[in-house]
């Protein structure tokens, strides 16, 4: 095997570090990529500006160009109760364990920060996010119907989950 062909096979390799707003751009562009509805950069630097937000980027360290932002998580949490605001992985590391490592570093965070519960809102159709929460010992705690609108105007519903953190 070839040092090309050895690099190419290699597993990613990550770090979870503190989203920074200088990461806000990349961040934007991860999340256009994987939602209908994207937020812009101003939407994720005004809400990072907030005391209450936190967020984490993940860092590909074996990598050779490092251009590209494998994940992120954004989260808030107020008087005791924590929410995932949204959580991007990038399609060609899903299934990598990027989305529960993100998750974990939230979930650290809130409680570092005093949170006691996490919540998030998940599409009810979105069978890897539902499986990964549920992994992490989310359960159900409500319904929004008709809450997610895809780019062609259709709806869907979305599941609120919670999780007790300490």
């Not at 989305?99 to 998030?120: H, T, Y």
């Not at 992994?135 to 609120?160: C, H, I, M, P, W």
Request: positive net charge; glycine residues 10%; charged residues 25%.
């Amino acid at each position: 095997m070839t040092m090309l062909e050895a690099y190419l096979t290699l597993k990613p390799e990550f770090e979870i570090v503190a989203m920074e707003p200088e990461d806000c751009s990349d961040v934007s562009i991860l999340h256009g990529e994987r939602f209908a509805r994207p937020w812009g950069d101003g939407e994720f630097h005004s809400l990072l500006s907030q005391n209450t937000v936190f967020g984490f980027v993940a860092r590909q360290t074996n990598a050779i160009l490092k251009k590209t932002l494998p994940g992120f998580i954004l989260a808030r949490q107020v008087a005791g109760e924590a929410e995932i605001l949204t959580l991007a992985v990038q399609a060609k590391v899903a299934r990598s364990g990027l989305g529960w490592r993100l998750m974990q570093a939230a979930m650290r965070e809130a409680r570092l920060r005093g949170g006691e519960s996490m919540f998030l809102e998940v599409d009810n159709g979105n069978i890897a996010a539902l499986a990964l929460y549920r992994k992490l010992g989310f359960e159900q705690a409500g319904v929004r119907k008709g809450y997610y609108k895809d780019a062609n105007g259709e709806t869907s519903t979305a599941l609120v989950m919670k999780r007790v953190l300490r």
